[in-house]
């Protein structure tokens, strides 16, 4: 009986079920955005980590032979420290007898170290150009620097060539390390040096309109005299040598505490110190250097001490004064600089687990797919055999029972398959409350065998027990009421009933829309995750689940582990461990086929795999005692349950990050090697569904589709599968869920293959 229109005028009330509906939603929604939070933190750690190793692109580019013609020749001709006071730019050179210590591309955590113990023995100060990448993964150190006096610069945030760079990424490279700066050691600098510069007869115009925008900015450019070359690695003679500087001038020196092995500079280093400073040599940071060439330069007896730059030749900035170049970071900038510290902290310890994990992953997933090939193989020949026989063939009767709720798209098509069984059945439709008419139509179609038995809409579970102790047979058949059956199903399904210790027998779940692309990656799933699955469980006697879709139980055993529960949202694994814990065999019979509609769209898709994935974690979790059992129930806890949770929720649920990494092995590391161990991992899959699709005589042309899944819908599972999770770990309840039919699924003839 259909159900009346409200009257004109008037809003219905909700009924109990759209209410209980109503509030599952409720709930679940924050836990989807929980889970896709999750999922958007993680691609941000990652990116951030890409980013700070500053191997995106092709921005390590080196500018050579271009025009110097726009640059001033006083610049060219000048002293390697280059400042713009009024706009107007002018270049300072290192007084006589006075040594800059300037060093490129740290902090590094082994060389830097070593470089300050030999700047703190001599008792000498150094400048470091710092790389904000690197200040920002080791700020420790950058403190240690300045609290040592020696001088901070900035040298770009990723190293790049900025000749080549927008204004606004020129802005941001020097921001982001002054970030840096101030959550490492709470200051920033005005001192900068350009990724591989050298002197200033080598600015052109390219670079010259970038330390025109940074002189705008209050920074001073600081360029070199003498070159070291350490990072040649040519001998701790050669570096020395590159480093002094000709007839007593002052100089700008250069020298590398990162970017390899500096074994050589640290020996040179000291040794130069130790030459310098026996020929008179004093040495200072680039702002004593500029205080000092401005005290020269000031009237006899004129305080110079305004410049607020040290004494030539004394350290300057002891931990408790700051250099003259460093600014002490206050409010907005020293919170955010201490947010980016604190972010890539996080950086550095996920992506190394992540690392870790990924191995882990990758190891058990083609474990998985090594084992179930071996097994299914071994599965399929043992079945196969002329000589395997369950027993005496199995030819009494059945109960077949079909839930139904709201099934008035299919029903028929069920029940008329089911019409056509070539062993003796009775159906029992248990009709749950059902408003559009499910009842009526499966009594009007007349066929022989049908009962039609009517409850107040109480859930699957409860629809299922009222037909089991409706049965009339010791058998029962349980399936959906949108599936359909070839004739031969109930036959070939019954008969491992011929072995007493068989429980309960797992049927060969079909998709039978797989015309849609939805369906099809689906119809793949189906072939290879489950069926495969199931030779290999059944093989070691640990099968987890029995389709709902198809199904065979021992009467007796269902009703000894107490009926299908409502405990868990996965009624069909609750009943199969159950009866594995009752001491009951479980087995997989592939020749009986069923022929189920798969959800057409990705929203009913989500709901069923959610409702799957977490009524499984129910489960096992319900049965987790089963780890210390004896017997049928110990096995499948020790073997079955370990499979399950590694190979259906741990596994999963890390999987993402091999397409994670994929994407940042492709973006920051090398785009080749990424591409081609993600196709190695695809042609595995494909060879394990190709052998899948061979054992159920499928056709192959659906697996043209499995790379376009690997994009699409695998991403999708791992969503659900994340979402279920975080629903699990927040106690989240949900209720039986009914997805809409169409009825699309015909009734199968005998054979009917893919």
Request: hydrophobic share 40%; proline share 5%; charged share 20%.
């Amino acid at each position: 009986m259909t159900e009346a229109p409200p009257a004109r005028g008037r809003r219905r009330a909700p009924t109990r079920i759209e209410r209980a509906a109503g509030r599952a939603a409720a709930l679940h929604r924050p836990r989807v955005l929980l889970a896709l939070l999750l999922l958007l933190a993680l691609t941000c750690v990652m990116l951030l980590d890409g980013y700070l190793r500053a191997e995106v692109g092709d921005d390590q580019r080196v500018r050579t032979g271009a025009s110097s013609s726009e640059v001033p020749d006083d610049i060219l001709d000048g002293g390697p420290i280059l400042s713009f006071p009024g706009g107007q730019a002018e270049t300072t050179s290192v007084p006589d007898k006075t040594i800059v210590l300037t060093f490129d591309d740290g902090p590094d955590p082994t060389w830097t170290p070593k470089v300050m113990e030999v700047l703190e023995e001599h008792d000498v100060p150094g400048t470091f150009f710092v790389v904000g990448s690197m200040v920002s993964r080791y700020p420790d150190i950058v403190e240690d620097l300045v609290e040592q006096g020696n001088e901070i610069g900035v040298h770009t945030f990723t190293h790049v060539d900025l000749s080549y760079q927008s204004s606004s990424r020129v802005t941001r490279e020097m921001e982001q390390t002054q970030l840096a700066l101030a959550g490492a050691a709470g200051i920033t600098s005005t001192l900068f040096r350009a990724p591989y510069s050298s002197k200033t007869d080598a600015i052109d115009n390219y670079s010259w309109q970038v330390y025109q925008q940074l002189g705008e900015d209050g920074y001073t450019s600081v360029f070199i005299d003498t070159d070291s070359e350490d990072w040649k690695e040519p001998g701790v003679s050669k570096i020395v040598e590159g480093a002094t500087p000709e007839d007593g001038e002052g100089a700008s020196v250069l020298f590398h505490d990162s970017g390899g092995d500096r074994t050589q500079t640290v020996e040179a280093l000291a040794e130069y110190i130790e030459n310098m400073q026996a020929e008179g040599y004093t040495f200072t940071t680039v702002s004593g250097a500029m205080a000092e060439q401005q005290q020269q330069q000031q009237p006899a007896g004129a305080d110079g001490s305004g410049a607020g730059g040290p004494a030539a030749g004394a350290p300057s900035g002891t931990g408790d004064q700051l250099q003259a170049s460093h600014r002490t970071a206050t409010g907005t900038t020293l919170y955010e600089g201490k947010a980016l510290i604190a972010a890539v902290t996080v950086a550095e310890w996920t992506v190394p687990a992540l690392s870790a994990g990924l191995v882990i992953v990758g190891v058990a997933v083609m474990g998985r797919f090594g084992l179930m090939l071996v097994l299914a193989r071994r599965h399929y020949r043992q079945r196969n055999r002329r000589r395997f026989s369950w027993g005496p063939p199995v030819t009494r009767p059945v109960s077949v029972i079909v839930p139904a709720y709201n099934e008035k798209e299919c029903i028929e098509n069920t029940l008329r398959s089911l019409a056509e069984s070539t062993h003796p059945i009775e159906i029992v439709v248990v009709d749950d409350g059902s408003t559009d008419g499910t009842a009526e139509l499966a009594e009007g179609l007349g066929l022989p065998n049908v009962r039609v038995i009517r409850q107040e809409n109480a859930g699957k579970p409860a629809a299922l027990n009222n037909g089991i102790r409706s049965a009339r047979h010791d058998i029962v058949v349980m399936m959906d009421g949108d599936t359909v059956f070839e004739p031969d199903t109930v036959g070939r399904l019954v008969q491992p009933f011929a072995d007493p210790s068989v429980g309960a027998v797992a049927g060969n779940a079909k998709v039978g829309n797989r015309s849609t692309l939805i369906g099809a990656w689906q119809h793949i799933e189906y072939v290879m995750g489950f069926n495969l699955d199931r030779r290999m469980y059944d093989l070691l006697r640990c099968m987890p689940t029995i389709p709902g879709a198809i199904g065979a139980f021992r009467r007796e055993a269902v009703l000894q582990v107490g009926g299908m529960s409502e405990d868990t949202l996965a009624e069909d694994t609750d009943i199969t461990i159950a009866l594995h814990r009752g001491g009951w065999r479980v087995v997989y019979e592939e020749h009986a086929r069923a022929w189920t509609e798969a959800p057409r769209s990705l929203r009913q898709l989500w709901s069923q795999r959610y409702r799957w994935s977490y009524g499984t974690m129910q489960a096992l979790w319900k049965h987790r005692r089963s780890l210390t059992d004896k017997g049928p129930s110990g096995r499948f806890g020790r073997v079955g349950m370990p499979l399950v949770v590694l190979f259906q929720i741990v596994t999963p649920v890390f999987a993402p990050l091999i397409d994670v990494f994929t994407v940042y092995s492709m973006l920051f590391v090398d785009f080749e090697a990424a591409l081609l161990a993600w196709l190695a991992v695809l042609g595995v899959q494909l060879v394990c569904a190709a052998y899948a699709f061979r054992l159920d005589r499928e056709k192959y042309r659906y697996l043209l589709m499995m790379p376009l899944q690997q994009f699409a819908y695998r991403q999708m599972m791992y969503l659900v599968l994340i979402h279920s999770c975080v629903t699990a770990l927040t106690g989240g309840r949900l209720r039986w869920q009914k997805l809409k039919r169409t009825g699309e699924v015909g009734m199968p003839s005998a054979g009917t293959g893919g």
